[in-house]
């Protein structure tokens, strides 16, 4: 008996798999039946989403009594939990329910799961698009394992204003080389396909605009015009799409007097009619209730009836949908049919994850073990981190470290840090597990090498007294290696800044050695562009390794040493000055374009200050040299609709190995309307 309903089990088992295959049509018919045994409460249930106690990203809002919430189906997704193990005693009460719907289990998984990766903007750095999409390959792999389904990644906002915190979840100002890095990092989460059980589903966010917040200050007011909108911002989303983006997360901004979660251009003309996109919307945190002090909604009802018609599916903690859309549908303000259309696409994206198949696929235990201790994984880790280093300046031509350096002093505050290599937006396990520079240059200068560590001061502190230890130290050494920036928590959400230059005392502490006249090297730690220009002017060498992840110690070390000669480019534009932001290359010419210096000669210039940038969008230099020769064109003219292929030859005329990133850079110079130069 047991024999033969293990059988009949087993080929309804590889009926079902066979069918989720065969067809959209089965596919579609399968949510459509279960779509009609749902009560509007069960429907409305699915549009909920809650999340656990692993982090709070804002007010939280959350249920006294989860469990009740899932079992009676008022709950479709939960972020913020994750393990395979509890992910799978959740699942079991979600199977208590009437229908028993699975749920989904989310998670910012934005730059690494157990094994922690550059932060976003330190990968766009690298220029590479297959060490970004291997980066989102293992992040999507370790998630997977331990029970998450979905990541609300990547976020692929264009962004020009170096004081907004969440540049570094990004791939920064420009939108062809964020639209290619959106590309890679969908397929890299997604992998072979969402269900794959080494995979997450993907979400681009934050649809749209949300970079270009007014004075950089997050969660602020988005004006523009429509070309820019579509010819700036607009490209890495649609790039998403068609990398196949399995979902949507609309952005906290208000754009052009609109808030974007109730934004029915964006959500319904753009993103369902323009883009044929047919994937799930989901709000940010609590975004739905915020349509009330925004002032476009008048209460929470109202809120949530005009985010449903806006078009955005899911409610991310800010039980509007759950506590007003029933009402609204049967006064007949909201159409149930309406409702339909986003439940039928919180149902298909559960069972595309195979999740009506299994609900338990990704709770496997072993897997979890497996996957989370591969050390394939901290290997990768290094490599990317390697290709994300940015060597800024190299004028003294310290780096990389002579051998013969035998007395290296090692000074600054972020020197013997190792939560701060992590960065913004990661994962918490054990700080002990990061490397940091200190122990990742113990390890790798040559036998006989002494280190002469001195903190100098804090990250953000005024303390001077440490200066005296840190002049010493220099003073008894060949060269010094200075670790200064920010601390983890200074960037990211809700983390902007209106004085981006080293925090505290730092550019004094920097000041006292450089006295000593030994040679230095800064070492750049930090989660945005920064203004470091009195640095810049004196110190001969500095590396912008910005977060580097759970193996920045080694990674460092390697490049300071020439084990791994650097080949990043910046992705975003570091300034002078605050006062010259927003500065990107893409700017137009204006009628009076800049002259060569700054005097006053009604030319569009400052009369304090150069126009140009301290470090330019692209910038980044080697330990080799590199010579461009017989630049060609296919063409002389190219029509709107032509194509024209560009080619040089690229010789390696330095003494060392090395990697270059070919930039080419395009101008209509007259048109219909003015393009930038």
Same mark, same amino acid.
């Given at each position: 008996m047991k024999k033969t309903l293990l059988l009949m089990m087993s080929l309804s088992l590889a009926l079902f798999v066979s069918c989720r295959h065969d067809s959209e049509t089965m596919a579609d018919r399968f949510v459509e039946d279960l779509l009609q045994k749902m009560t509007l409460e069960e429907k409305i249930g699915q549009l909920n989403q809650l999340s656990g106690d692993y982090r709070q990203t804002g007010p939280n809002r959350v249920s006294a009594d989860k469990i009740a919430e899932i079992e009676k189906g008022a709950l479709g997704s939960v @972020?913020?939990?994750?393990?395979?193990?509890?992910?799978?005693?959740?699942?079991?009460?979600?199977?208590?329910?009437?229908?028993?719907?699975? @749920?989904?289990?989310?998670?910012?998984?934005?730059?690494?799961?157990?094994?922690?990766?550059?932060?976003?903007?330190?990968?766009?750095?690298?220029?590479? /698009?297959?060490?970004?999409?291997r980066s989102a390959r293992i992040a999507g792999e370790e998630a997977a394992a331990a029970g998450i389904h979905w990541t609300f990644a990547p976020m692929v906002d264009v962004t020009r204003d170096p004081r907004w915190g969440r540049v570094m979840e990004g791939a920064g100002e420009d939108p062809y080389l964020g639209s290619q890095i959106a590309r890679a990092r969908v397929r890299g989460f997604q992998g072979a396909g969402v269900g794959a059980v080494d995979a997450v589903a993907a979400c681009a966010k934050h649809f749209a605009a949300y970079g270009a917040a007014q004075a950089g200050r997050d969660?602020?007011?988005?004006?523009?015009s429509e070309?820019?909108?579509r010819e700036i911002y607009f490209p890495p989303f649609q790039a998403a799409v068609d990398a196949g983006a399995a979902t949507f997360m609309s952005a906290f901004?208000? @754009?052009?007097?609109?808030?974007?979660?109730?934004?029915?251009?964006?959500l319904r003309t753009v993103l369902r009619d323009e883009w044929n996109y047919g994937g799930v919307v989901v709000s940010d945190w609590g975004a739905i209730r915020e349509l009330v002090p925004h002032g476009y909604a008048a209460d929470d009802r109202d809120a949530a009836f005009k985010a449903i018609l806006a078009g955005c599916d899911i409610d991310m903690e800010s039980n509007c949908y759950n506590r007003f859309l029933a009402e609204l549908v049967r006064q007949g303000e909201v159409p149930e049919a309406l409702v339909d259309e986003a439940v039928r696409r919180v149902l298909r994206l559960k069972y595309d994850l195979g999740l009506f198949e299994d609900?338990?696929?990704?709770?496997?235990?072993?897997?979890?073990?497996?996957?989370?201790?591969?050390?394939?994984?901290? /290997?990768?880790?290094?490599?990317v981190a390697e290709r994300s280093v940015v060597l800024l300046d190299n004028k003294s031509g310290v780096l990389p470290l002579d051998a013969g350096a035998r007395r290296i002093a090692l000074i600054g505050p972020l020197a013997k840090s190792e939560r701060d290599m992590k960065g913004a937006w990661s994962i918490q396990w054990d700080d002990r597990e990061l490397v940091s520079l200190y122990e990742g240059l113990t390890e790798r200068v040559p036998v006989g090498t002494e280190i002469r560590y001195a903190r100098g001061c804090g990250i953000d502190s005024s303390d001077r007294s440490g200066f005296a230890e840190a002049v010493a130290a220099a003073r008894a050494s060949d060269v010094v290696v200075m670790a200064v920036g920010e601390a983890f928590d200074m960037s990211g959400e809700a983390r902007s800044r209106t004085d981006i230059g080293l925090p505290g005392v730092q550019e004094e502490l920097i000041k006292a050695v450089w006295a000593t006249g030994k040679p230095i090297v800064v070492v750049l730690m930090c989660g945005r562009p920064m203004t470091i220009e009195w640095t810049a002017e004196h110190v001969g060498a500095i590396l912008c390794t910005w977060w580097l992840g759970?193996?920045?110690g080694n990674a460092i070390a390697r490049v300071l040493y020439?084990?791994?000669?650097?080949?990043?480019? /910046?992705?975003?534009?570091?300034?002078?000055?605050?006062?010259?932001?927003? /500065?990107y290359y893409s700017l137009k010419n204006t009628g009076r374009p800049a002259p060569d210096d700054h005097a006053i000669s009604y030319g569009s210039a400052y009369i304090d200050s150069p126009n140009a940038p301290r470090y330019a969008f692209g910038h980044g230099l080697s330990y080799t040299t590199f010579d461009y020769s017989e630049l060609q064109l296919s063409t002389d003219r190219m029509s709107v609709d032509g194509r024209m292929v560009v080619s040089c030859t690229v010789t390696n005329s330095g003494s060392r190995d090395g990697e270059e990133v070919v930039q080419l850079y395009v101008r209509d110079l007259v048109g219909s309307v003015t393009r930038p130069v």
């Open positions: @972020l913020n939990v994750f393990g395979a193990e509890t992910t799978r005693k959740l699942q079991e009460h979600a199977l208590k329910s009437r229908l028993g719907i699975p @749920l989904v289990f989310a998670q910012d998984v934005i730059h690494g799961f157990r094994t922690t990766f550059p932060i976003p903007l330190a990968e766009a750095a690298s220029w590479d /698009l297959e060490v970004i999409e969660y602020h007011t988005t004006d523009m070309r820019t909108l901004n208000e @754009l052009n007097g609109v808030p974007a979660t109730g934004n029915r251009f964006l609900p338990f696929r990704f709770c496997d235990t072993v897997r979890e073990q497996t996957v989370l201790a591969d050390a394939s994984h901290r /290997l990768a880790a290094r490599e759970s193996e920045a020439g084990d791994y000669n650097p080949s990043g480019k /910046l992705p975003m534009t570091f300034p002078r000055s605050v006062g010259q932001i927003p /500065l």
